[in-house]
């Protein structure tokens, strides 16, 4: 007869003595057996932790929201530490009333509630030439999705008046480096909110704490954090970050720049390095769609490398300018695999491979490689980050 399991037969510890009681965490934290779900950065990526990145441990998470904790961080210049009843907005330039906002200015306005990816355009950008990291948590992991509760900034616009020549906004943060970006005056008038609220909670530090711009479906720089000004004007400001950076260096020297849209991209999060398989029989091949330009339609799961490419089973919400979710329900008999997923989004356009990104794009970019990603499971279940010819 076959040993009884004693995590069956004997009572255990969490049977056996009362647990803690109420307000032993005023605000919850996840349980000690998940300390291994964190954000992570790659050291060898920057200098100093105050500009930096980490990156969301996409494996690890499922459905669709990102808890606020776990979203990934880009810092210029380390995380304000604002208090909210010092925090101003000011709106000034080619407006005909200058305004100057606090944040109960800000709570007595309407709001609204959406649900956004943020993607970073340098996400996947260190995999342009080749497979490089060793897990979609830092091949992908520059995105996030939250649900926001905002006041449109079309609200505040018209609070203080547009000029007829008004065309272009800057908006700045109030973090140490002070980051500005340039946006046009109709995206601003379209569905971009200034946001107090993540989650249902306040903005963490880390996201900006306590407002920042909401940009929908267009590259995470535009995003600005602690937000404090935007300043009215006819042309965009050249900022740093809009000229030296988040600008696609092209084969021929040109540049590509002002690329605000970010494209339909999608990568499988599990299996992926960081999760390998575990089991033959049944398993879940689980992923995540997304498009700044629409929704997702569908999504097409090969396991094969590209031989056979099967439907995946998107569920959950598909919403505008959202991650997605997808599922492949598959059996796995030890056979090695080469898995690859590609979304297709509201417009028609289909996600590329990175070769023919290439083609078009050349190898100096760093931003906006949205290319099909490829996972080669051994037979022992070890999952790598690879490119198929
Ligand atoms: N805003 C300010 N004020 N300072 C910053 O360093 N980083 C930008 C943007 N907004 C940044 C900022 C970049 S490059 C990205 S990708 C997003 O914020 C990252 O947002 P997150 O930290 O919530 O992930
Ligand atoms: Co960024």
Same mark, same amino acid.
């Given at each position: 007869?076959?040993?009884?399991?004693?995590?069956?037969?004997?009572?255990?510890?969490?049977?056996?003595?009362?647990?803690?009681?109420?307000?032993?965490?005023?605000?919850?934290?996840?349980?000690?057996?998940?300390?291994?779900?964190?954000?992570?950065?790659?050291?060898?990526?920057?200098?100093?932790?105050?500009?930096?990145?980490?990156?969301?441990?996409?494996?690890?998470?499922?459905?669709?929201?990102?808890?606020?904790?776990?979203?990934?961080?880009?810092?210029?210049?380390?995380?304000?530490?604002?208090?909210?009843?010092?925090?101003?907005?000011?709106?000034?330039?080619?407006?005909?009333?200058?305004?100057?906002?606090?944040?109960?200015?800000?709570?007595?306005?309407?709001?609204?509630?959406?649900?956004?990816?943020?993607?970073?355009?340098?996400?996947?950008?260190?995999?342009?030439?080749?497979?490089?990291?060793?897990?979609?948590?830092?091949?992908?992991?520059?995105?996030?999705?939250?649900?926001?509760? &905002?006041? /449109? #900034? !079309?609200?505040?616009?018209?609070?203080?008046?547009?000029?007829?020549?008004? +065309? =272009? %906004?800057?908006?700045?943060?109030?973090?140490?480096?002070?980051?500005?970006?340039?946006?046009?005056?109709?995206?601003?008038?379209?569905?971009?909110?200034?946001?107090?609220?993540?989650?249902?909670?306040?903005?963490?530090?880390?996201? &900006?704490? /306590? #407002? !920042?711009?909401?940009?929908?479906?267009?590259?995470?720089?535009?995003?600005? +954090? =602690? %937000?404090?000004?935007?300043?009215?004007?006819?042309?965009?400001?050249?900022?740093?970050?809009?000229?030296?950076?988040?600008?696609?260096?092209?084969?021929?020297?040109?540049?590509?720049?002002?690329?605000?849209?970010?494209?339909?991209?999608?990568?499988?999060?599990?299996?992926?390095?960081?999760?390998?398989?575990?089991?033959?029989?049944?398993?879940? %091949?689980?992923?995540?769609?997304?498009?700044?330009?629409?929704?997702?339609?569908?999504?097409?799961?090969?396991?094969?490398?590209?031989?056979?490419?099967?439907?995946?089973?998107?569920?959950?919400?598909?919403?505008?300018?959202?991650?997605?979710?997808?599922?492949?329900?598959?059996?796995?008999?030890?056979?090695?695999?080469?898995?690859?997923?590609?979304?297709?989004?509201?417009?028609?356009?289909?996600?590329?491979?990175?070769?023919?990104?290439?083609?078009?794009?050349?190898?100096?970019?760093?931003?906006?490689?949205?290319?099909?990603?490829?996972?080669?499971?051994?037979?022992?279940?070890?999952?790598?980050?690879?490119?198929?010819?």
């Amino acid at each position: 007869a076959p040993k009884p399991d004693p995590l069956i037969t004997d009572v255990q510890d969490w049977n056996r003595y009362l647990g803690e009681g109420v307000d032993k965490r005023p605000y919850g934290t996840p349980s000690r057996f998940e300390k291994h779900v964190v954000r992570r950065d790659v050291s060898w990526l920057t200098a100093s932790p105050e500009s930096s990145v980490n990156f969301t441990p996409l494996h690890e998470l499922d459905g669709i929201i990102t808890p606020s904790g776990l979203c990934f961080e880009r810092h210029h210049g380390g995380i304000a530490d604002i208090d909210p009843a010092s925090h101003r907005l000011m709106i000034h330039g080619l407006v005909d009333k200058p305004l100057v906002f606090t944040m109960e200015d800000i709570k007595r306005m309407p709001r609204e509630n959406r649900v956004h990816f943020l993607e970073c355009a340098a996400n996947s950008g260190m995999e342009w030439r080749g497979a490089q990291l060793n897990g979609c948590q830092f091949t992908h992991g520059m995105v996030h999705n939250v649900m926001y509760t &905002g006041v /449109p #900034l !079309r609200v505040l616009l018209a609070e203080a008046g547009l000029k007829p020549n008004a +065309k =272009w %906004l800057m908006l700045e943060g109030a973090d140490a480096s002070g980051m500005n970006r340039s946006l046009p005056v109709e995206k601003a008038l379209d569905d971009v909110l200034i946001a107090f609220a993540m989650n249902g909670e306040a903005l963490r530090p880390e996201q &900006g704490y /306590p #407002l !920042r711009a909401v940009i929908p479906g267009w590259e995470g720089n535009l995003w600005v +954090k =602690w %937000l404090r000004r935007i300043e009215v004007g006819d042309m965009p400001w050249q900022a740093r970050e809009e000229t030296s950076k988040y600008t696609d260096l092209l084969a021929d020297g040109r540049s590509r720049r002002f690329t605000f849209f970010m494209d339909a991209k999608s990568v499988v999060t599990n299996p992926s390095p960081q999760a390998p398989l575990k089991h033959k029989g049944s398993n879940v %091949l689980s992923g995540l769609a997304w498009s700044g330009r629409g929704t997702i339609k569908r999504v097409d799961v090969t396991l094969d490398g590209g031989r056979n490419w099967q439907h995946a089973r998107i569920d959950g919400p598909v919403l505008e300018k959202s991650l997605t979710r997808f599922y492949v329900d598959f059996d796995w008999n030890g056979q090695p695999l080469l898995i690859q997923s590609r979304a297709m989004d509201s417009t028609g356009y289909v996600q590329p491979t990175k070769e023919e990104l290439r083609k078009i794009r050349g190898t100096n970019s760093i931003y906006h490689n949205n290319g099909i990603q490829t996972w080669h499971v051994k037979a022992n279940g070890e999952t790598e980050n690879v490119e198929i010819g």
